[in-house]
């Protein structure tokens, strides 16, 4: 019996294409070129996804977490419930939490499976309660501290119209807690993924569950941009995988036929060995909705396990030219016009494309602008300079655009989109010792294998040296702020957001902060920042990304 999955994972709420080179997907060509394109829009997925599922009698679609959570505006201003519905109308039916489903913390995650008004903000739509969503949350390996009991479902069984049936295992890292700020996770606790796998492919297996499958919130390391259609195997099984979803795969329970993966934002079709030497396809369809991976095998007419060799799986690009289908654009046409005053307003104005999230460079110019914009929000609190970890620049700005804006002008929408977070920030004393250690430990650690390069607000200048290993890489004579040498006995006002500030990421130096002030957000020092700095007249010029200088 065939049976076809579409998967997606880390949509973040990108129900429009996302401009820029965040939004683009790559592909190599019969020739060894690589070619990008601008990809994504949940009108265009719809679209694509309705005829993937023609002829298909048995078509399920799942999700490996982060579907909301990091989101733009038209999206995270009514916390996320317009992805739900989205999703809902895609014919979602199964997905993992990811880190970000956390964002906001547990019970918020509970409210939006189980349905209900924010506690706080009301209803998104008045006298029109949310409902919760219509397909499960999966969470296997997260539980409250003390307990044993899953906050969410640790499994979910589909039965195909002709009684075979289907489990699917969803869990999220274990490493969970380095992404996700400390105070909103603080009742709650991630465990290891391989035994919890193992302990759920037993229970399926006793209730006569052969067919299986782990939808996991967890990917490789990043490693630059990979072609959406690159062939994982070419250099032997699994050769084009990273750690740490490939350990991962490795030990997960035989019984497990699929994997489906997400959290590192890169596309892959991967074949990686079970515990008994057996082929298994791994597979990650990018993020932002750019791509989904279009899945398909057979089941056996005996024993209703997954036949492994009829496995066959591939990437599947959303090009934005595609024909949006005509109820999921009035869907997001809906929710768009519930915000479309806040979105449409003007808060600044660019001379040229600011890269951020779709660079790859270690110095972005969207990161120095976001860096220089937190530490003059926090000049108040003494501030000298600012610290921002990549991962929290969510797109680029772009020069042309978006809509009938005009060129180089800056909307709400498009600033919230790249720092979305609403995170307060957290000015704190470093010594330099502490500051210096701070910038190794994104050479190191949990840092090593994928250095995280802090972007810098104008008064910081430090160097890097990647021919060499872990923390040597960074130069510590080279550290500077306001063009003096960092002296290990003196003290400094450092700003990080939240996240970094109670060590996310790896950087657990700022973790000994001390005489802490926190005040404003990310989002709001970007905005006051083009307010304050740019106009029509005088647009904000691109920073020269010339506050790390890198050897290789």
């Known amino acids: 019996m065939p049976v076809q999955f579409l998967a997606l994972n880390d949509l973040h709420g990108n129900l429009e294409p996302v401009d820029g080179p965040a939004g683009a997907v790559t592909r190599r060509t019969g020739t060894g070129e690589l070619v990008s394109s601008q990809a994504g829009g949940a009108a ?40 739900v519905d989205a999703m809902e109308q895609l ?29 706080e903000d009301g209803c998104a739509v008045s006298g029109k309660p949310y409902d919760g969503a219509r397909f499960p949350y999966l969470a296997a390996n997260v539980t409250r501290k003390g307990s044993e009991k899953p906050l969410l479902p640790p499994y979910w069984i589909k039965k195909l ?24 996770i603080k009742d709650v606790e991630f465990h290891d993924e391989a035994s919890t796998i193992a302990r759920y492919a037993k229970e399926l297996s006793d209730q006569g569950v052969k067919a299986q499958a782990v939808l996991i919130h967890e990917g490789g390391a990043h490693s630059g941009v990979k072609p959406y259609n690159e062939d994982c195997d070419a250099q032997g099984p699994g050769a084009g995988l990273d750690e740490p979803i490939k350990g991962i795969a490795r030990k997960t329970a035989p019984e497990v036929d699929l994997i489906i993966s997400g959290h590192s934002h890169e596309p892959y079709v991967c074949s990686v060995p079970d515990p008994e030497g057996r082929p298994r396809i791994v597979t990650q369809a990018a993020s932002f909705g750019r791509t989904f991976t279009d899945v398909r095998f057979d089941l056996d ?8 060799d009829s496995v066959r799986a591939v990437n599947r690009p959303v090009d934005t030219a595609t024909p949006q ?40 110019p969207l ?44 909307t709400y929408a498009e600033a919230f989109r790249t720092a979305p977070f609403e995170t307060p920030l957290v000015t704190m004393t470093l010594t330099g010792e ?44 080279s550290v500077r702020v306001a063009g003096r040498p960092v002296a290990d006995d003196s003290t400094y006002r ?59």
Not at 95 to 104: A, I, P, Q, R, Y
Not at 301 to 308: A, E, G, K
Not at 505 to 531: E, I, M, W
Not at 539 to 552: C, G, K
């Open 44 to 83: 265009q997925l719809a679209t694509l996804v309705k005829r993937a599922r023609e002829g298909q009698e048995n078509s399920l679609t799942v999700g490996a977490g982060d579907i909301i959570g990091g989101s733009p505006l038209l999206s995270a201003n009514f916390h996320d419930e317009p992805t």
């Open 434 to 477: 502490q500051l210096v250690s701070a910038l190794k430990q994104g050479f190191s650690g949990a840092n090593a294998a994928s250095p995280r390069f802090l972007q810098p607000s104008d008064a910081l200048r430090y160097a890097v040296d990647l021919r060499r290993n872990g923390a040597d890489r960074l130069l510590a004579d």
């Open 325 to 364: 289908d005509p109820d999921m654009s009035r869907l997001v046409r809906t929710w768009r016009e519930r915000s479309a005053d806040l979105e449409k307003k003007p808060v600044g104005y660019i001379s040229g494309d600011l890269p951020g999230r779709g660079s790859t460079a270690p110095e972005r």
């Open 91 to 119: 014919g979602l039916d199964v997905t993992s939490v990811g880190n970000h489903e956390f964002d906001e913390g547990p019970d918020e995650l509970l409210r939006m499976d189980r349905g209900g008004c924010h506690p």
């Open 301 to 308: 007419p005996r024993t209703h396990d997954v036949l492994r």
């Open 494 to 552: 450092v700003t990080v957001n939240e996240f970094l500030s109670d060590g996310g990421d790896g950087f657990v130096a700022f973790k000994d902060g001390t005489d802490r002030d926190s005040g404003s957000t990310d989002t709001a020092s970007l905005v006051d920042h083009l307010q304050n700095h740019t106009s029509p007249s005088k647009p904000l010029a691109p920073p020269a990304a010339d506050r790390i200088t890198v050897q290789d």
């Open 161 to 184: 119209p002709g009684g075979e049936r289907i489990g699917f295992i969803g869990l999220i890292t274990r490493h969970a807690p380095d992404s996700i700020s400390a105070s909103r």
């Open 367 to 410: 990161g120095d602008l976001i860096a220089d914009a937190q530490a003059e929000a926090t000049r108040g609190d003494r501030a000298q300079l600012a610290l921002v970890q990549p991962g929290s620049i969510r797109a680029d700005l772009t020069y042309k655009a978006s809509g009938e804006e005009g060129d180089g002008v800056v």
